[in-house]
């Protein structure tokens, strides 16, 4: 079994700054895409950051500038610092990595079951 956990979510001011961690654990053989996606009440989930094991990283445009995707391969988590929050960032935020698990030969895709992100105003 292979499982996502998010941290880092929170309550913060407009202007802020929060950092949001993932770690993936289970039967884990590699990882490749691992990102970060954001769903608020009535809106669809959409991408705000990616980044391949590799190290190369995508960005919404709404996020560049301000975000920062980052990941440990050694420890199977990936990070997503956020820095001059603004309130339309307001948002659950998913953690999801495309992983092949021991003793297959295809990745699947995962989801963590998200972290709660408030920026007030």
């Known amino acids: 079994q292979v499982q996502l956990v998010e941290s880092g979510g929170g309550l913060v001011e407009a202007g802020g700054s929060l950092r949001l961690s993932c770690a993936a654990s289970?039967?884990?053989?590699?990882?490749?895409?691992m990102g970060w996606y954001r769903q608020d009440l009535g809106k669809q989930r959409e991408l705000v950051a990616t980044?391949?094991?590799?190290?190369?990283?995508d960005y919404a445009d709404s996020v560049k500038g301000r975000f920062t995707i980052s990941r440990d391969n050694a420890k199977n988590t990936v990070f997503l610092q956020m820095n001059s929050l603004k309130p339309e960032d307001t948002a659950v935020y998913y953690c999801?990595?495309?992983?092949?698990?021991?003793?297959?030969?295809?990745?699947?895709?995962?989801w963590g079951r998200g972290t709660q992100v408030t920026v007030s105003s």
């Open positions: 999801n990595a495309d992983i092949r698990k021991i003793g297959y030969f295809k990745s699947t895709s995962y």
């Open positions: 289970g039967s884990i053989f590699s990882i490749n895409l």
């Open positions: 980044i391949t094991s590799g190290g190369s990283s």
